[in-house]
């Protein structure tokens, strides 16, 4: 079930994102994601946060910023492949009319993830920080069937 997320779950919120972050970028040094982790920390509650919560505790979360920026977008190990971020991702569909987001190159699992969901890439650049290439994805939803044009009149 998807929820917004609570203040109360920020240090397993960020274990998530650790986690995630060092096994899917492993072409990018580790420490890199420990020196970001206060910072991460610090800022993660001024956006839009939505947890996927299950009997086991969140099973995953994602992040939007400035009502259209994904973040970011992590799902536990055990619950990857299993719908939990096709349905964070339908529910930020639900909720904004434009999404966009940067993710790298080399983590092909999510470039196909987004590809999947409807996310076209704009553009391929490199990043300040890490140096690595990414792509700058967008979705928005269309004004030509039903559905997308009675979400358009909310």
Known sequence: MI????????EEVMKIWLD????????IPEQ?????FALVKNLLPQADIFVYQGNSGIQGFVGITNKSYIAGLFVTD??????????????CMQLYLFLELDVYVKNEIAVNFYKKNGFKIQKEKINDATKEK?????????AK???CRANLKN
């Open 145 to 147: 069937c039903a559905t």
């Open 3 to 10: 929820q917004d997320f609570n203040i109360s779950e920020l």
């Open 134 to 142: 990414e792509y700058s994805m967008v979705w928005k939803k269309c």
């Open 32 to 36: 890199y994601w420990l020196d970001n």
């Open 20 to 27: 995630i972050n060092i096994k899917a970028h492993d072409f």
């Open 78 to 91: 055990q619950f990857q492949s299993r719908g939990v971020g096709s349905a964070l991702i339908e529910q």
